[in-house]
């Protein structure tokens, strides 16, 4: 039978043109697509239901990610303990995921195809085929922009996609291929078809600082859902709470203290005042060849995007957790979106000498997946196990992904075919860039991000151990010392607060965080020269040494 050959789609590409990826808002409930809705709904849910045992169940694909612990679609076993195939703190967070998300779309088109062909087109009239026929075939998986604010009533807002926003949701009939009905939206939510619990085929509960959490009694999975021992009914069966979500999305508490909104973060991504190398766009990892200003990443904001979306604190939800996250159907919508922001950074850096991980100083160690051994270095031929692209059980690597266009889609801000970036007949390059930063600029910037390049990012190093081992946190404020001192509300909560950090016990002793103050957008939080020297003496002293 061989391995799973993960193609991406075929369908619909040309030489010259891919279709795209749509942003999910804009693709549903938009009436041109309300085929592809129902097709790829159905689809969602036969998949959702295959067997948690089968492979290409969605239980098993969501399992690749992390927990269970054990191979997929090769015969392996673990090169580091307890952890599953996902890259993450590592260069090829963005390239390991790009073939995921394929493998998802792929088998999800399969899906539809199929159901296409045995439920429906017998059913339809012959007018009709062709339609359901385009609309399978021109499939591809919409991107979540969580950093694209969107029209809600009279408002603009970061949210949740509407497909994903309720528990039931109308799609057609496959009985007659035009009446409407009602099903249980998986996009909603995943519940374990059998409704079994997830740990009755493998999913381990999930250790977060003192806690474990049950994720193994899971039979839903759950967004912001409060977990108390006397709710844990109902968060097993699974709870999605979407408002609190997009709460967090606007509210947008950086887990590190940057404190930029979404939309400004992710526009700086691509700003090359900020970003000059594939090493410094794709990943947390720290790299001392790094600049200053490199402090900003693909990964770091991504993360935070699964702990909004999850939940924190008391209130816990599957994409926070790395182990888990991928049960929740919105995983691969974001994951998309993450795809797309390393497709735009690779189409607007394409010429640069830095454009991808060649060179050994760029190279780092990884921290052990399942199929990389803790220390392995990184480069563009590691294995991104366990995807293949044959069913020799060749694997992909990130050079085979390098180019996304040859997978079968692309973005909407990436169709260099398209007639308005030709000059006299040929592709002008420069016309293609100009007008994905302006696209950019568009989406994500305020006029406040004019001062982009003035930003004021502090370098701090600190002792981890400067308390002889017990936990602190430590609060960056830039303003007036004395001010703090008569500070009655906690420190937490103080407009001047510019970063914060809980070094976390490691091996190294020493923490360097980045705190961050974007200029010029309040001026009650403008950073001023003179009074940086009060930031220094503020530190000083009291957790053993600061340096800029
Ligand atoms: N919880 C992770 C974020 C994360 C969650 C799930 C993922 O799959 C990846 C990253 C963090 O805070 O860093």
Known sequence: MGTYAITGIKAGATTDSKPLRLEVDSWYPTTKYEVQHSLFLWALRFLQNRHPSEKLSYYKIAGIHGSPYEPWDEDTSAKTEDEGYCTHDSLLFPCWHRPYVLLFETVSQQVL??????????????????????????????????????????????????????????????????????????????????????????????EDGTMAIPFSKSVGTSRWALYEPESSQSWEEGEVDNEMAANALATHKWYKGENLPLAEMTYRLFLPEYIKS?????????????D????????????????????????????????????????????????????????????????????????????????????????????????????????FTSNDVKDWMKWGYSYPELQPWLPKYKQDGVFNKDLYTQDIRDQLQKLYSSPEVKHAPADVIINVEYKRFALGGIPYTLYFFLGDEKELVQYQEPLYTHPNLHGQDVPIPQDDPFVKVRVYHQAATDSTHRFQPGRYSQLKRATRGKVGGFSE
Request: proline share 6%; charged share 25%; net charge negative.
């Open 278 to 290: 594939f090493a410094q766009f794709a990943t947390t990892k720290y790299n001392t060849v790094h």
């Open 113 to 206: 195809y199929e159901i296409m062909e045995n439920e429906v087109i017998t059913k339809l009239p012959e007018n009709r085929r062709k339609v359901w026929h385009d609309a399978a075939a021109t499939f591809r998986l919409p991107y979540w922009d969580w950093a694209e604010k969107k029209q809600r009533g009279d408002s603009v807002v970061y949210d949740v996609p509407l497909i994903a926003k309720h528990a039931r949701i109308e799609v057609y009939n496959l009985k007659d291929g035009s009446t409407k009905v009602m099903i249980d939206n998986p996009m909603y939510k995943f519940t374990m078809p059998d409704g079994l619990v997830m740990g009755s085929y493998g999913v381990e509960d999930v």
């Open 292 to 395: 200053p200003t490199g402090y900003l990443n693909l990964e770091f904001i991504h993360n935070n995007v699964h702990n909004w979306t999850g939940g924190t604190d008391k209130y816990i939800g599957h994409m926070t957790e790395v182990p888990v996250a991928a049960f929740d159907p919105i995983f691969f919508m974001h994951h998309c979106n993450v795809d797309r922001q390393f497709a735009i950074w690779q189409a607007l850096n394409e010429d640069s000498a830095d454009n991808w991980f060649e060179r050994e100083d760029e190279q780092l160690p990884d921290n052990g997946t399942w199929s990389i051994e803790k220390g392995a270095i990184d480069t563009p031929d590691t294995p991104l196990a366990p995807f293949h692209k044959d069913t020799q059980a060749t694997y």
